[in-house]
């Protein structure tokens, strides 16, 4: 059970990026979902994090009004429209979900189990 990320680049300070997730062989609609990030020499943090319904979402302070997370349930895809990037969003990004069903984990890298290999963003001029 191994998601996959896309979307990552080099994008510009004030830019946009729009990241996905998906998963083959297994739904992500069962699932929490999170993104979280880790930069050069920081330890991994949470970005925003969707619960199984949709119904509830996290967002970190530090994205809080320019990041939000989605889900589309047809295209078993997950998102995250990153907006008004500054250098300081520069890190992998990754999408991850918990181990189980029907787990309600808070949004925080260790009750996270299922991690894709992560998507750099580099935000630069």
């Known amino acids: 059970l191994q998601p996959v990320e896309s979307g990552g680049g080099l994008v510009q300070p004030g830019g946009s990026l729009r990241l996905s997730c998906t998963a083959s062989g297994y739904t992500l609609g069962y699932y929490f979902i999170g993104w979280f990030r880790q930069a050069p020499g920081k330890e991994r943090e949470a970005v925003s994090c969707?619960?199984?319904?949709?119904?509830?979402?996290y967002y970190a302070g530090s994205v809080k009004g320019r990041f939000e997370i989605s889900r589309d349930i047809d295209k078993n895809m997950v998102y995250l429209q990153m907006r008004s990037l500054t250098p300081e969003d520069t890190a992998v990004y990754y999408c991850?979900?918990?181990?189980?069903?029907?787990?309600?984990?808070?949004?925080?890298?260790?009750?996270?189990?299922?991690w894709g290999q992560g998507t750099q963003v580099t935000v630069s001029t």
């Open positions: 991850a979900t918990p181990p189980y069903i029907f787990d309600r984990p808070r949004c925080v890298p260790s009750e996270y189990s299922n």
């Open positions: 969707i619960n199984r319904t949709d119904t509830g979402t």
